[in-house]
């Protein structure tokens, strides 16, 4: 079969299994970190840098509504001056870890993007926001790798080629973000502000691992 054909119809097939639950709850967990002025810290290596990067762009700017809270969210592969220090003078492992170390708080989201799921400095960043009681988020692909039993919630590509991985990645950050601002538009007011994950997400989250 035609490459391209087949790259198309696999990438099809990739879509399909995605978990629309498990994406409905990211998006609820999302909302209720924006009503609840929560700090959203996304990161990724390589191609996973990028849609880190464009994610945050993504949340930041095109899910914003006139009167209601815009999302706070840092990229944690966007300085370079940062991450290059801490990866030269305290392994590359560390890299996002001591950056989250500065600002993570409880109940915070940490959003890690690894299509091995393998990644060291995701995995140690991932670690020390369990610690601190953030809630912890997983883009994942190939057999999910560690990260998928580490996370509270995992997205997982069920793939084995790396190119539709990324390429789903990306996509969820899309369909994701268009969620979040049409769910903005589906009350005339903001909504008070909920301390807790709404139910919805709980019922998806009830296997986040003991920290």
């Not at 001591?98 to 890690?112: K, Y």
């Not at 060291?120 to 912890?136: H, K, W």
Request: charged share 20%; hydrophobic share 40%; proline share 4%.
């Amino acid at each position: 079969m035609n490459p391209i054909l087949t790259y198309i119809s696999d990438l099809q097939h990739t879509l399909n299994d995605l978990s629309c639950e498990h994406i409905e709850c990211m998006v609820d967990i999302l909302h209720q970190a924006r009503l609840n002025y929560r700090q959203i810290f996304i990161m990724g290596n390589g191609g996973s840098a990028s849609t880190a990067t464009h994610f945050v762009c993504d949340l930041a700017k095109n899910t914003r509504r006139s009167g209601w809270p815009d999302f706070r969210v840092m990229g944690l592969a966007d300085n370079m001056a940062i991450f290059s220090a801490y990866s030269n003078d305290e392994g590359y492992e560390n890299g996002f870890s001591q950056q989250l170390a500065s600002f993570v708080r409880p109940d915070d989201i940490v959003i890690g993007i690894s299509a091995s799921g393998n990644s060291a400095n995701v995995l140690n960043a991932i670690q020390l926001a369990r610690s601190i009681r953030a809630i912890t988020i997983g883009f994942t692909g190939f057999d999910g790798g560690q990260l998928s039993s580490l996370v509270d919630l995992n997205l997982h590509v069920n793939s084995n080629c790396i190119e539709h991985v990324e390429d789903v990645h990306l996509a969820l950050e899309h369909m994701i973000c268009k969620a979040l601002r049409e769910k903005s538009f589906e009350t005339e007011s903001v909504p008070p502000p909920c301390i807790t994950i709404p139910a919805t997400a709980l019922s998806v989250t009830m296997e986040i691992r003991p920290r």
